[in-house]
């Protein structure tokens, strides 16, 4: 398949690169990776991402390339997906992007619904950056500094700085080759976790302040809502980490993130729910249920519910989770 997607950017004369709404590194880094690459041929290239990139990701070389707009959907050779589990993931622009004449899917997540005419998923990538530098090295071109950047900040941020369980030597390989090429391991560190907006850690003390456990002691639930977003003058970007926290707790196997998104109703809002565990439990099972997707470890969906039904939803789901359900 690799050498069809190659031979399909060689002859494509305009190409459009997109990632999913609400960006992490990852999203960012391979988004930014290809599309410096895919200059570096010569070609016609728009980068977009249907939203703002947050402020930590703001120093990235050559981030600036990535608008909001794209040109008739007709006029592009070839559209690359990247970071998306399903092509909806990508935003507004998902309905237009289906009438697109070549669509190139590019991904690790386990749940990829396999949209497009051609797929690179590889769900034991470490993240969509690590199949960008692949795709890079297949296609012969040379990894400037603005591309190691991009690529060792999506393996960074998408490892969890190089603790999850998809840290392996791979990882670390291609970024010691990043690193050669480059990028600059403080620099990144500095710019991704070295500073938080006061915001930020009040929005933290909120959510740290709506810690729930489930009556077995297994799963944890934050909620973080719109007056929450206001009060601390945050954005859905400084929810980022946040999770981690109630991931931390002793015994606890799921951990789960509510927000509240912008521009809800009245009485059932618009709710993203992040999810994450450790080790066996696999929470990509629990989203998929809501309609969602994701890892095993790490994954998210979005629903219309009120906020306490939402959270007993998650209870009795995650309950009967395979590896939570046989431990009460
Ligand atoms: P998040 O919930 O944003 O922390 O994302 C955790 C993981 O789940 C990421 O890898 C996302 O790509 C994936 N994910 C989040 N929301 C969705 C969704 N609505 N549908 C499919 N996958 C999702
Ligand atoms: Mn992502
Ligand atoms: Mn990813």
Redesign the pocket.
Known sequence: MINRIIDQLKKSRKVLVVS?A?P?GDAIGALLATGLALKSMQKDVCMYNESPIPAVYRFLPSVRMIGQEVDAIESYDTILVL?C??IE?VGDLAPKIKNGKTIINIDH?V?NTQFGDLQLIDPDACATAEIIYRLIKRLGLKFDCPIATAIYTGILTDTGSFRFSSTNQKAFAICADMIENGANPYEVAQHVYGHYSLGRIKLLNLALDSLEISPNGKISIMALTQDMMDMTRTQEEDIDGI?NYARRIEDVKVAALIHEVAGGGRARRQY????RSDGDINVALI?AQF?????AN?????VEATLSDLKNKIVELSETTPGLCEMN
């Open positions: 999913h609400n992490d970071d589990g399903s993931r997540h749940t999770i993203h729910v992040s999810l989203a309609g969602g997707g994701g890892h790490a994954a998210g969906f979005s």
